[in-house]
């Protein structure tokens, strides 16, 4: 079997970049496209990251921008206590983009590429969901048109883990909680990677040096990209490094049976103080809707793994 199409929706984002590299060189996997959300950064400063990072690591793909608001209307302010002013770990970048975006929104770039290649493509959506909300609602067809969708987002309460930017919700659904319960009650094959499972993996300062060691220009690049993002998580509680967050989502494609899964409808809080809280229930209840997986646990040792060979690929040194 070939390498699986793979569309990376996204908000670069320092764990967004690091995602994308990974996913770039992972050799079961074939990137064809990158669609831009914000989230970590504005639109813009999130379309400029995918540019950048695009060009300066020859990924040969076209970009995307996506949606600038949730669906509501709402332009939230980014964090730049976590991915830095500029989204990318506030190391040095140029000022404009050297390249531009396709002409085409990414909501309708998807719609595209979807029917070009029926059944075989996955999105990997590492941001909130707008932009498949916005091409579900132009063109509701490509729900049975997907080959599958993995999504880094929400938080069942697997082991404690019940939301990162409230009490009750992950960044991801909480910036678009009515996107989610679209694109999460869709009839696509969904696969959830939440923070029950991301927040189980953790990147310490040892790995990253060891990256940066073994890993070339991109190794050093996602030392540099990261320091700022280790610090922050320091402020939260994990002494020594950070969360595996959009990684994960890419390891699962990669190779699902690092993880263990649940299955049953999945719906999100749209409105009041557990906006954006997900509920997975039982398969069958809640009508028509449809069964999701959710990812409950994970070998991190086999994913830390995996993800340090890919990015060493090809820079091993003959003595
Ligand atoms: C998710 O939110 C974003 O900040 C990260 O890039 C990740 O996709 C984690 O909750
Ligand atoms: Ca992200």
Redesign the pocket.
């Known amino acids: 079997m070939g390498a699986k199409k793979v569309i990376f929706d ?7 970049a690091m ?1 994308l590299l990974f996913l770039a060189r992972a050799p079961e996997l074939e990137l064809v496209g990158i669609t831009t959300a914000m ?2 950064g504005t639109i813009e400063a999130t379309t400029r990251n995918a540019l950048y990072l695009r060009d300066r690591f020859g990924l040969g793909v076209p970009v995307a921008r996506g949606a600038g608001a949730s669906l509501a209307g709402v332009v939230s302010a980014p ?1 730049t206590f ?2 830095g002013q500029n989204a990318m770990g506030d190391v040095a970048l140029p000022e404009a983009p050297g390249s531009a975006p396709i002409a085409q929104p990414a909501h309708r770039f998807l719609i595209d590429m979807i029917k070009r290649h029926p059944h075989e493509l996955t999105v990997i959506a ?2 909130r969901l707008t932009n498949l909300a916005l091409a579900l609602r132009e063109a509701p067809e490509i729900a049975g048109l997907l080959g599958g969708l993995v999504v ?2 929400a938080a069942f309460g697997t082991h404690g883990h019940t939301g ?2 409230t009490p009750l919700a ?3 659904i909480f ?1 678009d909680p009515l996107a989610a319960e679209e694109v999460l009650g869709a009839a696509w094959p969904v696969t959830i990677v939440g ?1 029950d499972v ?1 927040h189980a993996s953790v990147m310490s300062d040892a790995y990253l040096r060891t990256l940066a060691a073994e890993g070339g220009e991109v190794g050093r690049f996602l030392w540099d990209i990261s320091r700022g993002y280790a610090a922050f998580h320091r402020t939260v509680g994990l002494d020594d490094g950070f ?1 595996v ?2 990684s994960s ?1 890419v390891a699962y494609a990669c190779d699902p049976t690092l993880f263990t899964t649940t299955a049953g409808p999945v719906r999100v809080v749209t409105e009041g103080f557990a906006t954006g809280h997900t509920i997975q229930s039982r398969p069958g209840a809640w009508g028509e809707r449809p069964s999701v997986d959710v990812c409950r646990a994970v070998d991190t040792p086999r994913l830390l793994d995996m993800y340090r060979r890919v990015i060493t690929r090809g820079q091993e040194t003959t003595a």
């Open positions: 996204t908000d670069p984002g320092v764990d967004d995602a989230g970590n964090p976590v991915h590492v941001a880094m987002g990162n930017v992950e960044a991801n910036g923070l991301t969360y967050h959009d989502a």
